[in-house]
């Protein structure tokens, strides 16, 4: 550095101090966006060859544990970034922050500034322009000031995670979410409402009050006149410090995948519920939401799974792929062990109904693939079928008709919750087994294009499947006696244990 430009930077750093801005936020009108240089604020002056020559605000701030006399809060961060205030703060943030209960590793930490910092933060750039204009165009020409969020999280991030026993990381699914407020806020922003009475109508900050990203945009359309007519530049000293109203934990869901099997006939997926009241004592998603949200300790969830089964058809094979969203929860990390653990629970307390596996925790990412297996993969089932007349000759031949594509009106029993639509749905492949000695009775396995409606199928809906398995038998009268899925193609999510699969194909 030349000793030229020490000189001005020692000139920008005098005219700011007695302007009324703490050491970090001269560091930030110098032009400093390195993060790093704010962990050590002195250090990083002294490297831009700032001397400690006393300024009143700098003196105050540097012996402020020897004097009774606290500095004025700083005209651009109101006291955040600066000594004694922003001890308070921190510790403030500790106290309220109730970590305990979490098994995070990691944190960040959002902010809910007030809204006037934007226009004191314009004025220090304005300010700087008027006095330094070829420091100002050749640092910052159109670039704004480090934001104090960054400052803030860059000055004392190390020191809230030390303390925490947390390591801050911005992409953290772990947020301490900080909301401050300054009470002269509304004073300070009262001004935008006459410069803009078109973006900040009375109603809109009666309702809204002043929108940072609103305020953003005029600020991008005002020149350093305009700004300096409507606004105090240099800001004023402020009355009070910036406090610290709420402090609160918040925590992005925690996803759980898995695959379950369906062994009852008399089990909804989803809690059954007609009129307000239960129809159904329980449901898949109960029985394994409930263990899962428990361990997790979370506030709720929300299941999902690939496509969904009737309450009297069971779901065999690998299983159903689904995920359990664990809203807020306190554990977000879980063990091999624990998840196994937890698959043994889902399934022991479920009395024999249900069987989970697969059990893991997903990147949110990956439930594409859920949502997408429900729309575009094959499944298959076994039906045991039933011909009151007697099975015709054309058994048969009627399964080597596949593949074939339906024609499937929304069937009558799902009118009252979906629209009446024909979608074309393809039968894939279709294979019989005869039972011995039975003349009414068969067994016909079918693969079949997702969201095809294996009931409506084989015995037509009143004529609302085109064709159905009877018309593919010429005619004859047939009946579905019960169901089974015994494979749903979707890899998703991936195989844990080669535990065995049960096939449990008996009716
Ligand atoms: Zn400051």
Redesign the pocket.
């Known amino acids: 550095m030349s000793p030229s430009e020490s000189t001005i930077h020692q000139e920008v750093y005098k005219h700011f101090v007695d302007v009324g801005?703490?050491r970090?936020?001269c560091l930030r009108i110098l032009g400093n966006r390195d993060k790093s240089s704010y962990k050590s604020v002195d250090e990083s002056l002294k490297e831009l060859g700032v001397q400690n020559d006393g300024g009143a605000n700098e003196k105050d701030e540097d012996s402020h544990c020897n004097k009774l006399v606290k500095p004025n809060p700083?005209v651009?961060?109101l006291g955040?970034?600066?000594k004694p205030y922003s001890d308070s703060l921190i510790n403030e943030i500790i106290r309220g922050a109730n970590i305990s209960e979490y098994d995070a590793k990691t944190f960040n930490v959002s902010m809910n500034l007030p809204s006037c910092y934007l226009l004191r933060s314009e004025a220090l750039l304005v300010e700087l322009r008027k006095h330094f204009p070829a420091f100002y165009e050749k640092n910052f020409d159109g670039q704004a000031l480090l934001s104090l969020k960054d400052a803030f999280k860059a000055c004392f991030g190390h020191q809230l995670g030390d303390t925490l026993s947390l390591t801050l990381d911005l992409s953290s699914g772990f947020v301490i979410d900080v909301e401050f407020r300054y009470d002269d806020d509304q004073e300070e922003c009262k001004p935008l409402c006459s410069l803009r009475p078109d973006i900040f109508t009375r109603h809109y900050v009666r309702k809204n009050g002043y929108t940072k990203n609103r305020i953003e945009s005029i600020l991008d359309t005002l020149d350093c006149d305009e700004f300096s007519k409507t606004f105090q530049v240099p800001p004023l000293i402020p009355s009070q410090v910036i406090k610290i109203v709420k402090v609160t934990l918040a925590r992005e869901s925690t996803n759980v995948a898995g695959r379950y099997n369906k062994y009852c006939r008399d089990l909804p997926q989803t809690p059954w519920l007609l009129n307000g009241e239960r129809k159904m004592e329980s449901s898949v998603e109960e029985l394994i939401s409930g263990p899962i949200v428990a361990l997790l300790r979370g506030t709720s969830s929300k299941f999902a799974s690939s496509g969904r089964e009737d309450v009297d058809v069971r779901s065999l094979g690998r299983g159903r792929p689904f995920n359990v969203e664990v809203l807020m929860p306190k554990v977000a990390a879980l063990q091999f062990d624990q998840l196994r653990a937890l698959e043994k629970e889902i399934t022991e307390k479920s009395e024999g109904k249900l069987k989970v596996r697969d059990l893991q925790i997903v990147a949110r990412e990956s439930l594409v693939t859920l949502k997408q297996g429900e729309e575009e993969k094959t499944k298959e089932y076994t039906a045991l079928c039933f011909c009151p007349d007697g099975i015709p000759d054309t058994l048969e031949g009627a399964v080597a008709r596949a593949p074939l594509v339906l024609d499937q009106s929304t069937p009558i029993r799902v009118l009252h919750r979906r629209p009446v639509a024909v979608r074309q749905k393809e039968i894939l492949e279709m294979s019989v087994t005869r039972l011995e000695g039975d003349a009414q009775k068969f067994i016909l396995n079918l693969k079949t294009q997702a969201g095809t409606y294996i009931k409506e199928f084989i015995h037509g809906d009143f004529g609302r499947t085109k064709p159905s398995f009877g018309d593919l038998l010429g005619g004859a009268k047939v009946d579905i006696l019960a169901l089974d899925v015994t494979d749903i193609a979707l890899d998703w999510p991936p195989r844990v244990s080669c535990d065995d699969v049960q096939s449990n194909g008996k009716h």
């Open positions: 801005c703490c970090t936020c700083c651009g961060c955040l970034l600066q």
